[in-house]
T-cell receptor
């Protein structure tokens, strides 16, 4: 069974940093691009960042560009999101997501973790 | 950047009803359009990818259509477990983007 398990969430002060991790199992991790998607309280889904299968290319939402860094360790079947200069608007449930096809672009999001919650507040 | 809109934002329906949700992209995205179902406290679930392909295990009462800038998700014969929020998403180009969601309730 394909599974994604996020960790690293918590309460952090504005301006602080946090690193999210996602452990993947049940599929060949380095065959697929991976994504982070978030949902703020009472809001819809928001794409945050994506990384290709090699970890050589990444994309970011304008709202996090320059503050967040996505990375992956294919030897550990793990995805990461390093977050700096956190703002109250970053408060959300963060989902780790697997892309549905192996290839040179992003296709669709077929496996989702249950999410890890981040609260940015003083 | 490609903006996604959905209509309606919410719909009240009954068991057995047919429900159609429309998603529009601000520019052509070919068929790079996916649909997800999301229930509170759960992970989102992929329903349809590439505009019209039913994902594995998804009931056949769900169907998708369209291309270019206008797309639809149709649920025929609504079931109790279908009450949820539905999102479209484009993966034609980064930044990837979701629609604002359509809540289907009783």
């Amino acid at each position: 069974e394909m599974q994604l398990v996020e960790s690293g969430g918590g309460l952090v002060q504005p301006g602080g940093s946090l690193r999210l991790s996602c452990a993947a199992s049940g599929f060949t991790f380095d065959d697929y691009a991976m994504h982070w998607v978030r949902q703020a309280p009472g809001k819809g889904l928001e794409w945050v960042s994506s990384i290709n299968w090699q970890g050589s290319y990444a994309d970011y939402a304008d709202s996090v560009k320059g503050r967040f860094t996505i990375s992956r360790d294919n030897s550990r079947n793990s995805l990461y999101l390093q977050m700096h200069s956190l703002k109250p608007d970053d408060t959300a449930l963060y989902f780790c997501v697997k892309d549905g096809e192996s290839g040179p672009r992003y296709y669709y999001m077929d496996v989702w973790g249950i999410g890890t919650r981040i609260t940015v507040s003083s | 950047d490609i903006q996604m809109t959905q209509s309606p934002s919410s719909v009240s329906a009954s068991i057995g009803d047919r429900v159609t949700i429309t998603c529009r992209a601000s520019q052509s995205i070919s068929s790079s359009l996916n649909w997800y179902q999301h229930k509170p406290g759960k992970a989102p679930r992929l329903l349809i990818y590439a505009a019209a392909i039913l994902y594995t295990g998804v009931p056949s009462r769900f169907s998708g259509g369209g291309s270019g800038t206008e797309f639809t998700l149709t649920i025929t014969s609504l079931q109790p477990e279908d009450f949820a929020t539905y999102y479209c998403q484009q993966t034609s180009s980064a930044p990837l983007s979701f629609g604002p969601g359509t809540k289907v309730d009783i």
